[in-house]
C-alpha cells in the first residue's frame, strides 16, 4: 500500500483517528483497572490497620477521626476491646523526606507506646531510605521504636541533640522525616483521646 | 529465516540498547539499584516496545510522513499507560518498587528510535521481532547493570547474599555508582564484542 500523502485534510485524519483510538482503549482499560485498584488500596489500608493496631472488635475504618497536625492530616483509627479504647492506628504522612511524601501507618497501645507500624507510601533513596521498613524494628542498637513511648522516649535521631533512635545509616533524613511522621501521629492519637473523653 | 535470525540477534549483542547504542540512559541508571528492578523494569519496556512495534508496522502506510512523531509517541504513550494501570491493579508490589519509572517509558529512545527507524518501514513479523530483540537486550543490559551494582553494594544477588552487608560499597548502589558501573560494563562488552 501506498503511503498517504502529507496534505492537511489527510494529517489531520490520521492523528485524529490516532488518537481517538487510544482515547477508547485507554478509557476501556481505565474502567476495568479501576475496581482492582480503588480494592488493592482499601485492602492494603485495612491489612495494615489490623496488623499495627491492638486487637479489636469494632470497625475502626467506620469509627475513623481526622484531624490535623502542623497542617498535616492524620486519620485516627480507633481499636475498641469489649467497648474500652485499647489502642489506635494512626495514618499520617510528611513531606520532609528525601524524595516525595512518606505516608505511616502507626499503631499504638491504650497509653500511646508504639505496637507496630508499616510504611504505606514512601519515594526514598532505593538501598538507603527504602529501608526504614525494616530498620526502625530491628533490634539492633537503639533502632526500634517498637515498644516504645514517645511522652518517655525522644523521638528524634540519636544524631540530633536528645534523641533516642538510631536513624538510618545514610539516610537521616528519611529518618527524621519517619520520626516526626510518628510523633505526629503520637500526638494525633492523643488529640483524639482527649477529644473523645470532652 | 537467516535475515529474521539477524534482526532477532541484532538487538541483543551487536547494537544493544544499553552497552552499543546507549539509549535510554535514564530509566537504565534509574532503576538498576538492583537486578530484581532492572528484570522488571526490562520486562516492562520490553512489552511495550513489541507492542509499539507491532502496531506502528500495522498502520505505517496510514500515517503521513509529517505527522508520524507526533502519531508514534500517541501509541507509544497509551501502551505505556495501560501499563502502569495494569500493574497498579494486579502487581502492586512491583508499582511500589518502579514507582516513578513506568510512565517514564514513553520517554525511553528505544522506543521511538526503533518506531522511527524500525517499524515504520518494515513488515509486521519483522518488526515484532525487532522489538522482541531489542526488549531481551535492554533487559539483558539491565539485569547484568543491576546485578552488577547490587553484589558490589549490598553484597547480594536477587537478593541472595553472598557476602555480609556491612563489606558492600554504598556508592554502587547511589546514582554516582551506576555511572561508574555502566562504564566499565560499557568496556567490557565492547572489548569481547571486538574480540569474537
Given at each position: 500500500?501506498?503511503?498517504?500523502?502529507?496534505?492537511l485534510p489527510n494529517?489531520?485524519?490520521?492523528?485524529?483517528?490516532?488518537?481517538?483510538?487510544?482515547?477508547?482503549?485507554?478509557?476501556?482499560?481505565?474502567?476495568?483497572?479501576?475496581?482492582?485498584?480503588?480494592?488493592?488500596?482499601?485492602?492494603?489500608?485495612?491489612?495494615?490497620?489490623?496488623?499495627?493496631?491492638?486487637?479489636?472488635?469494632?470497625?475502626?475504618?467506620?469509627?475513623?477521626?481526622?484531624?490535623?497536625?502542623?497542617?498535616?492530616?492524620?486519620?485516627?483509627?480507633?481499636?475498641?476491646?469489649?467497648?474500652?479504647?485499647?489502642?489506635?492506628?494512626?495514618?499520617?504522612?510528611?513531606?520532609?523526606?528525601?524524595?516525595?511524601?512518606?505516608?505511616?501507618?502507626?499503631?499504638?497501645?491504650?497509653?500511646?507506646?508504639?505496637?507496630?507500624?508499616?510504611?504505606?507510601?514512601?519515594?526514598?533513596?532505593?538501598?538507603?531510605?527504602?529501608?526504614?521498613?525494616?530498620?526502625?524494628?530491628?533490634?539492633?542498637?537503639?533502632?526500634?521504636?517498637?515498644?516504645?513511648?514517645?511522652?518517655?522516649?525522644?523521638?528524634?535521631?540519636?544524631?540530633?541533640?536528645?534523641?533516642?533512635?538510631?536513624?538510618?545509616?545514610?539516610?537521616?533524613?528519611?529518618?527524621?522525616?519517619?520520626?516526626?511522621?510518628?510523633?505526629?501521629?503520637?500526638?494525633?492519637?492523643?488529640?483524639?483521646?482527649?477529644?473523645?473523653?470532652? | 529465516?537467516?535475515?529474521?535470525?539477524?534482526?532477532?540477534?541484532?538487538?541483543?549483542?551487536?547494537?544493544?540498547?544499553?552497552?552499543?547504542?546507549?539509549?535510554?540512559?535514564?530509566?537504565?541508571?534509574?532503576?538498576?539499584s538492583s537486578a530484581?528492578?532492572?528484570?522488571?523494569?526490562?520486562i516492562a519496556t520490553?512489552?511495550?516496545?513489541?507492542?509499539?512495534?507491532?502496531?506502528?508496522?500495522?498502520?505505517?502506510?496510514?500515517?503521513?510522513?509529517?505527522?508520524?512523531?507526533?502519531?508514534?509517541?500517541?501509541?507509544?504513550?497509551?501502551?505505556?499507560?495501560?501499563?502502569?494501570?495494569?500493574?497498579?491493579?494486579?502487581?502492586?508490589?512491583?508499582?511500589?518498587?518502579?514507582?516513578?519509572?513506568?510512565?517514564?517509558?514513553?520517554?525511553?529512545?528505544?522506543?521511538?528510535?526503533?518506531?522511527?527507524?524500525?517499524?515504520?518501514?518494515?513488515?509486521?513479523?519483522?518488526?515484532?521481532?525487532?522489538?522482541?530483540?531489542?526488549?531481551?537486550?535492554?533487559?539483558?543490559?539491565?539485569?547484568?547493570?543491576?546485578?552488577?551494582?547490587?553484589?558490589?553494594?549490598?553484597?547480594?544477588?536477587?537478593?541472595?547474599?553472598?557476602?555480609?552487608?556491612?563489606?558492600?560499597?554504598?556508592?554502587?548502589?547511589?546514582?554516582?555508582?551506576?555511572?561508574?558501573?555502566?562504564?566499565?560494563?560499557?568496556?567490557?562488552?565492547?572489548?569481547?564484542?571486538?574480540?569474537?
Open positions: 500500500m501506498k503511503k498517504l500523502a502529507s496534505t494529517m489531520i485524519l490520521s492523528l485524529g483517528i490516532i488518537t481517538i483510538a487510544s482515547g477508547a482503549l485507554l478509557g476501556w482499560v481505565y474502567s476495568i483497572t479501576k475496581e482492582p485498584i480503588a480494592l488493592q488500596a482499601a485492602a492494603q489500608q485495612q491489612a495494615a490497620i489490623a496488623e499495627v493496631a491492638p486487637a479489636f472488635d469494632n470497625n475502626p475504618e467506620a469509627d475513623k477521626w481526622e484531624t490535623e497536625i502542623n497542617g498535616v492530616p492524620f486519620t485516627v483509627y480507633p481499636a475498641y476491646d469489649d467497648g474500652k479504647l485499647v489502642g489506635a492506628a494512626v495514618k499520617g504522612s510528611s513531606m520532609n523526606g528525601f524524595a516525595g511524601e512518606i505516608t505511616v501507618m502507626c499503631g499504638f497501645e491504650a497509653d500511646g507506646t508504639v505496637k507496630d507500624y508499616r510504611v504505606l507510601q514512601q519515594a526514598e533513596t532505593p538501598g538507603l531510605g527504602t529501608k526504614m521498613e525494616p530498620w526502625f524494628r530491628d533490634p539492633a542498637g537503639a533502632r526500634s521504636v517498637i515498644g516504645k513511648n514517645p511522652a518517655s522516649t525522644s523521638f528524634f535521631v540519636t544524631k540530633d541533640s536528645g534523641g533516642e533512635i538510631d536513624g538510618i545509616t545514610a539516610a537521616t533524613i528519611s529518618s527524621r522525616a519517619f520520626l516526626e511522621t510518628m510523633r505526629n501521629a503520637y500526638e494525633a492519637y492523643r488529640n483524639y483521646e482527649k477529644n473523645k473523653s470532652n | 529465516m537467516k535475515r529474521y535470525w539477524n534482526i532477532f540477534y541484532n538487538g541483543i549483542i551487536p547494537s544493544n540498547p544499553v552497552f552499543v547504542l546507549l539509549l535510554g540512559m535514564c530509566a537504565t541508571l534509574g532503576t538498576t530484581y528492578n532492572g528484570l522488571m523494569m526490562g520490553a512489552a511495550v516496545l513489541i507492542c509499539s512495534n507491532v502496531v506502528i508496522s500495522l498502520i505505517k502506510s496510514l500515517v503521513p510522513d509529517k505527522v508520524r512523531i507526533p502519531a508514534f509517541i500517541v501509541i507509544i504513550a497509551s501502551f505505556v499507560t495501560i501499563l502502569q494501570l495494569a500493574v497498579n491493579a494486579w502487581l502492586p508490589a512491583l508499582n511500589a518498587s518502579l514507582g516513578i519509572f513506568i510512565p517514564l517509558i514513553v520517554v525511553n529512545c528505544i522506543l521511538l528510535g526503533r518506531a522511527e527507524a524500525f517499524a515504520s518501514k518494515n513488515s509486521l513479523f519483522a518488526s515484532f521481532l525487532d522489538g522482541a530483540g531489542c526488549g531481551i537486550g535492554f533487559t539483558f543490559a539491565l539485569v547484568l547493570l543491576g546485578g552488577t551494582r547490587e553484589i558490589l553494594g549490598t553484597g547480594k544477588i536477587f537478593g541472595l547474599t553472598i557476602f555480609p552487608e556491612d563489606y558492600g560499597m554504598l556508592l554502587f548502589v547511589l546514582a554516582p555508582g551506576a555511572f561508574l558501573a555502566l562504564g566499565y560494563l560499557i568496556a567490557i562488552v565492547n572489548k569481547i564484542r571486538k574480540t569474537c
